[in-house]
């Protein structure tokens, strides 16, 4: 099993929807969460950062961590066609000790089309 | 600002033959990176170099070698290129470092997020 599962997709929704991306999670030192943007032929760019639980809202772009549930989601509001991507979700654990040096454990990435 | 550079953009090898992949960054950030990423497997952390000087094994290393050339420089080599290697590479920067390297030991500086620089695309015949 995955340490981080990541539905796929492929996601498509009309213009205008809410649209909501979800990674679940095994490993419970996971304490930081990032959700990055790739668009094709692109390096992925970083969306959202957030530090262990909790909501963190970005203009159109709300990310959630659930710890108790191992279970993180990433919510677009007000979709719109150059939202057209592949997302990736990926974690990382506390630093303490100095061992992770940012080493980040990514999902496999959900290809989301918003179509006019 | 360019961020992280990375060149040639694409390459086609056969197999057998060997290769370097550059990658630049000027962010002054301490730690690099190098991943592939494969249809339905995300991103894999092939070697990483938490500071100038030292490189790690990542999750796939077998069939790579890095140098960190400098601070701002960390390239990846394959010595003897496969099939199984086709994929594309992308290597990221961030400021990430050792906890116990900071006078307050404050844990938080040493997870910041990653830049990605926008791949280099290798097929292996």
């Known amino acids: 099993q995955k340490e981080v599962e990541q539905d796929p997709g492929p996601l498509s929704v009309p213009e205008g929807a809410i649209v909501s991306l979800n990674c679940t999670y095994s490993?419970?030192?996971?304490?930081?969460f990032m959700w990055y943007r790739q668009y094709s032929r692109k390096g992925p760019e970083l969306l959202m950062y957030?530090?262990?639980?909790g909501n963190k809202e970005d203009g159109r772009f709300t990310a959630q961590v659930d710890k108790s549930s191992k279970y993180i989601s990433l919510f677009i509001r007000d979709s719109q066609p150059s939202d057209s991507a592949t997302y990736l979700c990926?974690?990382?654990?506390?630093?303490?000790?100095?061992?992770?040096?940012?080493?980040?454990?990514f999902g496999q990435g959900t290809i989301l089309t918003v179509h006019p | 600002n360019a961020g992280v550079t990375q060149t040639p953009k694409f390459q086609v090898l056969k197999t057998g033959q060997s290769m370097t992949l550059q990658c630049a960054q000027d962010?002054?950030?301490?730690?690099m990176y190098w991943y592939r990423q494969d249809p339905g497997m995300g991103l894999r952390l092939i070697y990483y170099?938490?500071?100038?000087?030292?490189?790690d094994k990542g999750e796939v290393p077998n069939g790579y070698n890095v140098s960190r050339l400098n601070k701002r420089e960390f390239s990846l080599r394959l010595e003897s290129a496969a099939p199984s290697q086709t994929s594309v590479y992308f290597c990221?920067?961030?400021?990430?470092?050792?906890?116990?390297?900071?006078?307050?030991?404050?844990?938080?500086?040493?997870?910041?997020?990653?830049?990605f620089g926008d791949g280099t695309r290798l097929s292996i015949l």
């Open positions: 957030t530090y262990s639980s």
């Open positions: 962010m002054n950030h301490n730690s």
């Open positions: 990221a920067s961030s400021e990430a470092r050792k906890a116990d390297a900071l006078p307050w030991g404050w844990e938080n500086v040493s997870n910041q997020p990653q830049h």
């Open positions: 490993n419970s030192a996971f304490q930081y």
């Open positions: 170099s938490a500071s100038e000087g030292t490189t």
């Open positions: 990926a974690m990382a654990p506390s630093g303490a000790g100095g061992t992770s040096y940012g080493k980040l454990t």
